[in-house]
């Protein structure tokens, strides 16, 4: 019996993990084949090159670059806020804040995660925008400033709480031996367990980076649908998933190659973050290997 259980265990594991790989298949096999189709109608190099993006318009371009410039503006923006907040948020907690703190705050910096991105996306329209209006000259009722500064308040706990995790997973005895040497709390801090836990925080860093780019109701609400090639953060862009959301609603016709462009900017958005976490995934070896 012992061994029929731990057989029906190992096939019941084995099950969710081709269950797993047969998703990730069939999602990239559906982009492939209608992306397929649509680049047998559409030049890739014109999908590539082209500074316009009008696909729903009597002259029509299929150039990617400016949803590719939007979504990477917002993403940059996320991530340049985030980082150093949530960073320093997981250093306090993690080598400055009493163990009171840290149980309570924790997990009330974790409920951000759980507030649904149409909230935010409306914070980031009625509030957030208002607001720097009142200090920046010219900024447009959408925009991609402050959609990428609240996709930044979404993903900070992504950063904070995976990085206190990996720095409070570092052993004790590295704190002893710095402060014997004579470490400041702040040197010991950021020059012993900063570097000791790179690996993990490298890898927060990564997944907010993953999910800043993945994200569509912010964007949606908040930066406005004029896909424009630009890096000025005070104009309305449009990201590939807010393109994707405007098609689907219905009003495009299904099997047409209007409707085809979604799957071409979907795949072209999975292929960019495939990439991505390659190169991520690499640096974060090196660091690994480094400090191990």
Do not use: C
């Amino acid at each position: 019996m012992r061994r029929i259980k731990e057989m029906v265990i190992e096939k019941a594991l084995l099950s969710s993990a081709l269950i797993t790989i047969a998703v990730t298949v069939g999602i990239i096999l559906v982009l492939s084949i209608e992306a397929i189709a649509f680049f047998s109608e559409v030049s890739i190099i014109d999908f590539f090159t082209d500074t316009q993006w009008t696909p729903l318009f009597a002259d029509k371009h299929f150039g990617i670059l400016p949803l590719l410039s939007g979504t990477l503006l917002t993403s940059f923006i996320a991530i340049a806020f985030a980082v150093p907040v949530g960073l320093s948020i997981s250093i306090y907690i993690s080598e400055y804040a009493p163990k009171s703190f840290r149980r309570t705050v924790k997990p009330a910096l974790e409920l951000l995660a759980a507030v649904p991105t149409v909230v935010y996306g409306f914070f980031a329209l009625t509030v957030v925008t208002p607001f720097l209006q009142s200090f920046i000259p010219g900024l447009s009722g959408f925009n991609a400033l402050s959609a990428g500064l609240v996709m930044g308040i979404m993903i900070i706990p992504f950063i904070s709480s995976l990085s206190e995790d990996a720095l409070h997973a570092v052993p004790h005895s590295l704190r002893e031996a710095a402060y014997g040497m004579g470490s400041t709390k702040l040197q010991n801090a950021f020059k012993v367990m900063v570097p000791a836990a790179s690996s993990g925080i490298i890898v927060s860093i990564i997944l907010a980076i993953s999910r800043a780019i993945g994200e569509t109701m912010i964007v949606a609400i908040a930066a406005g649908q004029q896909p424009r090639l630009t890096l000025d953060p005070t104009v309305p862009v449009e990201t590939i998933t807010a393109y994707i959301v405007q098609v689907s609603l219905g009003d495009v016709q299904h099997g047409s190659l209007e409707y085809r462009t979604i799957f071409a900017a979907g795949i072209t958005l999975f292929v960019f973050t495939f990439l991505l976490n390659t190169i991520s995934y690499r640096i974060r070896k090196r660091f690994q290997e480094k400090y191990e």
